[in-house]
């Protein structure tokens, strides 16, 4: 069967599969980003004290500013490794639609950073004496939250991929940008923590989602093809 | 309809199209802004409630609106560039993005000098300085991958991406922040001292925002003529350029 006449989905999986096989083979691509998001988080009651409610007070934006950074460390391996090996031009030669082959590549990264980072934040949570009121709210709010970051990073490192130190300089462009994401995951959880209702905060975290899957991918198709030249 | 603008896709004719404007703008911008900034400070009304101490706002108001209204001449240039294939527009994206910094640097130290009086703090986490703080740092992001690229080409596509993703996050990030600010400390410093203003206050304002347009638009003219020699240096016309102003310094020399 040629290349050409694959159906979307199967270009999909097929990419999908790919970079998820690549990363099974490179175990700490995926656990380093991990670890560092623990470590940052145990570094915060060493530096401030070991008060529970002072913890529990800035628990929401320790955990969300972790997984800021983890997600930001772990991007660089989106299009780093198939740009130097040479095989992002090949996907960008083929017939299929670019959309495709960077959204599934975006999904692949968030499967292998963005979910492990969920399964493990409750466990962080514990650690921070999150008020358990919160706990729902912050799983939420990273499920829909942490795609966003993976789609919003994607630009930059479209951007970057071709640059040599582009790792610095990165962080400086992708960083801004997931402010608002942020913002609205934090006052998500501490709204929950005073019971109250926080379906406001989510949807406007989901809006963030939809928008930057619909918009992300044409923008980071765009810079792959300045970045490759 | 748009046949006139065609000849200035040209590195040349538009390089003396900005020569021949620079004069009359850079005359302009004197006028406006002596005028403007004499009138202001010296001979306007001292306000009722702040003294003198509000007179930064002359300088204060014109930097943060024109940091906001550059960031948007950026995109629209970043959107010709990418969708017409004009290599000028990118020229002028890289004259424009320092200026912008510049100035919302500008407005961030005035707004801090004018704070300590006011609210007896120099950095306070009000919804408007956050998100100039931010508009800052996606300058900043907009300038280092333009400089990270060796080829200007390059970059300047590359760069004009990221202002149109900046650019439709700007809303997104001032309207969150806004948000967050009303959340977690109530509104404490909402009114940024701008009681409807007497007239006697108003003109002087007027020629100082014109004066600092103008002025910005005669630094963003000098830098655009600047990145055009920069990226055309190995065509025929600069080097007759070149060459001339060369034998001109020489003959005065002499």
């Not at chain 1, 406001?200 to 923008?219: D, H, R, V």
């Not at chain 2, 001292?46 to 108001?61: E, K, L, M, N, P």
């Not at chain 2, 300047?156 to 996050?169: E, F």
Request: aromatic share 10%; proline share 5%; hydrophobic share 55%.
């Amino acid at each position: 069967m040629s290349v050409a006449n694959l159906s979307y989905r199967a270009v999909f999986s097929l990419v999908l599969k790919r970079d998820l096989t690549i990363a099974m083979r490179h175990k700490d691509d995926i656990i380093n980003p991990l670890l560092f998001f623990v470590i940052v988080v145990t570094l915060f009651p060493l530096g401030i004290g070991p008060e529970a409610q002072t913890l529990s007070r800035i628990a929401p934006g320790i955990i969300w500013v972790a997984a800021l950074l983890s997600t930001l460390l772990s991007l660089d391996r989106l299009f780093k490794s198939d740009h130097i090996d040479g095989s992002l031009e090949q996907m960008l030669l083929s017939p299929q639609p670019v959309f495709i082959l960077v959204l599934a590549k975006i999904v692949a990264h968030w499967l292998i950073t963005g979910l492990p980072l969920i399964l493990i934040a409750p466990l962080l949570a514990v650690l921070l004496h999150l008020n358990e009121q919160s706990y729902e709210a912050l799983i939420l709010t990273l499920l829909l939250g942490t795609p966003v970051l993976s789609l919003l990073g994607a630009i930059g490192v479209a951007l970057t991929v071709g640059i040599k130190k582009g790792g610095v300089l990165l962080s400086l462009l992708v960083l801004p940008l997931y402010i608002p994401v942020l913002i609205f995951a934090t006052s998500a959880i501490d709204t929950a923590a005073l019971g109250l209702p926080y379906s406001g905060q989510l949807a406007i975290i989901a809006a963030l989602f939809f928008g930057s899957l619909t918009l992300a991918p044409f923008a980071v198709g765009a810079a792959l093809k300045v970045s490759t030249n | 309809m748009w046949k006139w603008l065609h000849p200035y896709a040209n590195p040349e004719v538009s390089y003396h199209f900005a020569g021949k404007l620079l004069p009359w703008l850079s005359a302009l911008a004197v006028l406006f802004l002596s005028i403007g900034l004499v009138w202001a400070l010296a001979f306007a009304p001292a306000d009722y409630q702040q003294g003198d101490s509000f007179r930064i706002f002359y300088i204060h108001v014109p930097a943060a609106s024109l940091s906001m209204g550059i960031y948007f001449g950026m995109a629209i240039t970043a959107f010709t560039s990418l969708v017409w294939q004009f290599k000028l527009a990118d020229a002028s994206a890289a004259a424009m993005a320092p200026v912008g910094a510049t100035f919302t640097a500008i407005a961030l130290i005035t707004g801090a000098a004018w704070g300590k009086p006011m609210w007896g703090t120099w950095w306070i986490w009000d919804a408007r300085l956050t998100s100039e703080l931010i508009l800052l740092f996606l300058y900043l992001g907009v300038i280092a991958l333009q400089s990270a690229f060796e080829d200007k080409n390059l970059a300047g596509k590359a760069a004009g991406i990221l202002t149109l993703v900046g650019v439709i996050n700007l809303p997104i990030i001032k309207y969150s922040v806004e948000w967050w600010n009303t959340l977690h400390q109530g509104s404490t410093v909402s009114k940024l001292g701008k009681p409807s203003m007497s007239v006697d206050m108003l003109w002087p304002f007027l020629f100082c925002f014109l004066g600092f347009i103008l002025l910005v638009s005669v630094i963003i003219c000098i830098r655009f003529r600047s990145e055009i020699l920069a990226r055309n240096s190995i065509r025929p016309w600069v080097r007759t350029l070149v060459s001339a102003h060369l034998t001109q310094e020489k003959t005065n020399a002499v």
